[in-house]
């Protein structure tokens, strides 16, 4: 399986403002993909990113409120913009070394954003 | 569109305990795929288990099983003799594709194990 971190841990940030979250793997990977996890709620798909494609985004998510950029096979950023509290969750990138329905997604350890 | 069902909210076991977390899915595809995942309060998602639809065995790996059956649409999992490291919110979650032609994975809405000592 392949190592996935992501910067920041954690922040805390204030409303209106922006925050580009990170997420580097090890080895090149086919899909990436964003979701995010309410505070005691399931995992929520944001978008999914492939090398060189625009990010195609799930409903109740848009590109501008949550950019996008995969510029190469093994690195991806999510900003969260204009934020409000409602957007305090834990955002976790995965990814699978292929488009597939059987692959595995593995996960990075998750951004906790807090905003006030 | 496909769903997965965690009824379980919250389970407390006292250790040493066997304990079955439940997972009801649904989905129209004769082809899918269910994944187990263990989020400790470190808050990381931990990979456990991966099952293809044409495959029913149930599996073993130590003191975790899992019961498939697709009768029931169910994909039942199973902790023999729980321990404390065992407290963790559990997801178990459906993977098909979309109309795009990606993977769409949906994740249940988890249940969350408290193992006593």
């Known amino acids: 399986s392949a190592v996935i971190s992501q910067k920041p841990s954690r922040d805390i940030c204030q409303r209106g403002t922006s925050l580009t979250i990170q997420c580097q793997v090890d080895?090149?990977?086919?899909?990436m993909f964003w979701y995010r996890q309410q505070p005691g709620q399931s995992l929520t798909l944001i978008a999914t990113a492939n090398q060189g494609s625009e990010a195609t985004y799930e409903s109740g998510f848009v590109i501008d409120k949550f950019p996008i950029s995969r510029p190469n096979l093994t690195f991806s950023t999510l900003t969260v913009s204009n934020m409000s509290p409602e957007d305090s969750s834990i955002y976790l990138c995965?990814?699978?070394?292929?488009?597939?329905?059987?692959?595995?997604?593995?996960f990075g350890p998750g951004t906790r954003l807090l905003v006030l | 569109a496909q769903k997965v069902t965690q009824a379980q909210t919250e389970i407390s076991v006292v250790e040493k305990e066997d304990v079955t977390l439940d997972c009801v899915y649904e989905t129209r595809d004769t082809t899918y795929y269910l994944f187990w995942y263990k989020q400790p309060p470190s808050g990381e998602l931990v990979f456990l288990i991966r099952?293809?639809?044409?495959?029913?065995q149930n599996e073993i790996s130590g003191r975790y099983s899992w019961n498939f059956q697709k009768s029931t649409s169910s994909f039942n999992f199973t902790i023999t003799a729980s321990q404390v490291v065992d407290s963790a919110v559990y997801f178990c979650a459906l993977s098909e594709m979309n109309s795009g032609g990606y993977q769409k994975v949906t994740f249940g809405t988890g249940t969350k194990l408290q193992v006593i000592p």
């Open positions: 099952r293809n639809s044409f495959d029913e």
């Open positions: 080895s090149q990977v086919t899909m």
């Open positions: 995965s990814v699978a070394s292929s488009s597939g329905a059987g692959e595995t997604q593995y």
